[in-house]
């Protein structure tokens, strides 16, 4: 399997702009993340969807961010207006939910520049 | 405040010595797992730990969970430059929420 996929790698846009992220998750997972990595921060929850369906978005900071699963093997989280603030590594993360104890592998990253 | 405090932030040290990273709480965990994350890429799973005073060992790495599940440890013998990152561990709250919690990590360094 080719594990997550995540695209772009590097974004760098201006403020203002309207910014997309894409995940397509490992193959057959039912869980879906989506973190926010920042060296103030660490890494912090955004959104997370069980079986193509939001379940917990207190994480995403304002209404500025939006998270959409469409199917199984895709997922988007849109920034617009974007803000400098939102520079961060956002990471995508699959795993197949059966007991707390399960994996979450995660994708390789999108680091954000927003100027 | 972050619910698992992580220590050192910051580790240094030259190839061969031994190191203990500590990840602590007050509250209690059903489980509790450690992460490696190299430069560049994502956290990867190196052990998940669900029951108090278990010990799990991967090779040079030793990871304990302690006997009231609100802290581990990760203990790295002789160490190799390869083990070079940030480390993080994440808990599942006992009773609550299927998403675990992150700590902030420990950045290490082991030089040649």
């Known amino acids: 399997d080719a594990g997550v996929i995540q695209s772009p790698r590097h974004e760098v846009t201006e403020m203002g702009q309207e910014v997309t992220l894409r995940c397509k998750p490992i193959?057959?997972?039912?869980?879906l993340f989506w973190y926010r990595q920042t060296m103030m921060r660490g890494l912090e929850l955004l959104i997370y969807?069980?079986?193509?369906?939001?379940?917990?978005d207190s994480g995403m900071p304002e209404d500025r961010f939006s998270a959409k699963m469409p199917n199984a093997s895709f997922s988007t989280l849109k920034i617009q207006p974007s803000e400098p603030r939102d520079s961060a590594v956002y990471f995508c993360?699959?795993?197949?939910?059966?007991?707390?104890?399960?994996?979450?592998?995660f994708g390789p990253g999108t680091r954000l520049t927003v100027l | 405040t972050q619910l698992l405090e992580q220590s050192p932030q910051f580790l240094s040290i030259q190839e061969g010595e031994n190191l203990t990273v500590y990840c602590n709480s007050s509250?209690?965990?059903?489980?509790l797992q450690w992460y490696r994350q190299e430069p560049g890429e994502g956290p990867v799973l190196l052990v998940t730990?669900?029951?108090?005073?278990e010990v799990k060992k991967l090779k040079r790495l030793t990871f304990q969970f302690g006997d009231a599940r609100k802290d581990s440890s990760l203990h790295i013998t002789a160490a190799q430059p390869g083990d070079t990152g940030l480390y993080l561990c994440?808990?599942?709250?006992?009773?609550?929420?299927?998403?675990?919690?992150f700590g902030r990590g420990t950045s290490l360094i082991v030089h040649p």
């Open positions: 993360a699959s795993s197949f939910q059966l007991a707390g104890t399960d994996t979450q592998y």
């Open positions: 193959s057959g997972h039912n869980s």
């Open positions: 969807f069980n079986n193509n369906v939001p379940i917990d």
């Open positions: 509250s209690v965990f059903s489980s």
């Open positions: 730990v669900v029951t108090g005073g």
């Open positions: 994440a808990g599942r709250l006992s009773g609550g929420s299927y998403i675990p919690t």
